[in-house]
Each structure stands twice: as structure tokens, then as C-alpha cells.
């Protein structure tokens, strides 16, 4: 069966640090990717992978965030560094079963999602 498993959320000062993570069941993904949804606002991509497996990230994110994936284990990472309170966001963990995808940051793309963890970034 597919499950995603998120963890690692919680709350943090502006300029600090989290690290999120994600447990894939079931099976090995190929394309992996982090999402957010902010309150009011829609769903929006944080970071994926291109088909070479080197790392894509949205504008907010270049910089300050990484994404990395444990194949071994099949678990999603993301470090979130130099935080804003503009990153308060529930962040979902998302997967795809296709062996390619057209844009990471679609969440069309994805199959799977995680329950999502809420980051909350205070002043």
C-alpha cells in the first residue's frame, strides 16, 4: 500500500532552522517533491527534482532551502534554513508513480501526498 509520512514540523523563530522529512511505504518513487499551502492562499510547489535528479526550487525557497531524498530508504528530506514567517504553511510530502513527470512543481503530477506537518515561523 502507499503511504507518505511526514514529520518534523513545528514551530521555529524567524531565521532558524527545520528539517522536514517524509517516509514513502509501499514502494521507491522516482520523482518526489515538498509542497505548501499557506493559509488563504493555494497549494504551491517548494521544491522537486528535474528527470537528472538534480534539485528544482521555487523562487521563495532558492537559497535557504534543500531537498534531498534517501533512496535507500525511501525518504524525502527537506532542510529549511534562514526562515521567514512568510513560510508559515501546512508543507506536504508528494509522489509520483510516473516515470517522468512534465513540471515538478504541478501538483497534477503527483499521485500520493503526505497528511501534511504545519510550520509556523515567528517574529
Known amino acids: 500500500q502507499v503511504q507518505l509520512v511526514e514529520s518534523g514540523g513545528g514551530s521555529a523563530q524567524s531565521g532558524g532552522s527545520l528539517r522536514l522529512s517524509c517516509v514513502a511505504s509501499g514502494r521507491n518513487y522516482r520523482y518526489m517533491a515538498w509542497f505548501r499551502q499557506a493559509p488563504g492562499k493555494g497549494r504551491e510547489g517548494v521544491a522537486g527534482?528535474?528527470?537528472?535528479?538534480?534539485?528544482e526550487y521555487a523562487g521563495f525557497a532558492a537559497g535557504r532551502f534543500t531537498i534531498t531524498k534517501d533512496n535507500v530508504e525511501s525518504t524525502l528530506f527537506l532542510q529549511m534554513n534562514s526562515l521567514k514567517p512568510e513560510d508559515t504553511a501546512i508543507y506536504y510530502c508528494?509522489?509520483?508513480?510516473?516515470?517522468?513527470?512534465?513540471?515538478?512543481?504541478?501538483?497534477?503530477?503527483?499521485?500520493?501526498w503526505g497528511q501534511g506537518t504545519q510550520v509556523t515561523v515567528s517574529s
Open positions: 527534482f528535474r528527470p537528472d535528479r538534480s534539485a
Open positions: 508528494a509522489a509520483s508513480p510516473r516515470w517522468a513527470i512534465v513540471a515538478w512543481s504541478d501538483p497534477s503530477e503527483y499521485t500520493y
